[in-house]
């Protein structure tokens, strides 16, 4: 039986290519896409998608991280940051143990603080993460894009 740190290991390394592939999907010149005004845009999310991988591997190395959101880059240089972003964590978490795993760990954001041990926070990290992942895929038909096989086929992509 796994425990929750091997199963959060599993998982991400499961989620990533899925990642990849809907972050990839954004076409560059559609990266201001909104649905409404109060949306984020395209290249805001793909940059939140991987500003919050560096913010996880920061919580893994000092336990605490305070979330600043910088202006996004092009997509494709977030994009890329994503994919840096996310195999650091992926070394960061084969190096954490039961007891570091079972930590507790700070997140700072507009003046509030998330507290919660450091596994729940990632597993937080990953749910939000499909969330925005979600979000995105959503905005890809209205921007002319293709929408990439998540959990199965779409109806423009039959999957692997």
């Known amino acids: 039986m796994k425990n929750s740190r091997e199963l959060y290991q599993e998982t991400f390394g499961a989620e990533k290519p899925k990642f990849v592939r809907v972050l990839k999907a954004v076409p560059a010149d559609k990266a201001a896409y909104r ?15 991987a500003s919050e991988l560096r913010d996880a591997c920061e919580l893994v ?5 305070n979330f600043e ?7 494709q240089e977030s994009v890329a940051a994503y994919e840096q972003n996310a195999a650091e964590l992926e070394k960061r978490i084969a190096t954490v143990d039961d007891a570091t795993w079972d930590r507790p760990a700070r997140f700072l954001f507009d003046g509030k603080a998330w507290e919660a041990p450091l596994g729940d926070m990632l597993f937080g990290f990953l749910f939000d993460a ?6 995105l895929s959503s905005y ?6 293709k929408v990439p096989s998540i959990y199965g086929p779409s109806a ?3 999957g692997m």
Do not use: C, F, T
């Open 35 to 49: 649905p409404h005004e109060r949306s984020s845009s395209a290249a805001d999310i793909v940059w939140l998608l």
């Open 61 to 65: 190395e000092r336990g605490e991280v």
């Open 69 to 75: 959101m910088k202006p996004a880059p092009s997509v």
């Open 130 to 135: 499909i969330h925005h992942r979600g979000q």
């Open 140 to 145: 890809l038909r209205p921007m002319g894009a």
């Open 156 to 158: 423009d992509d039959p």
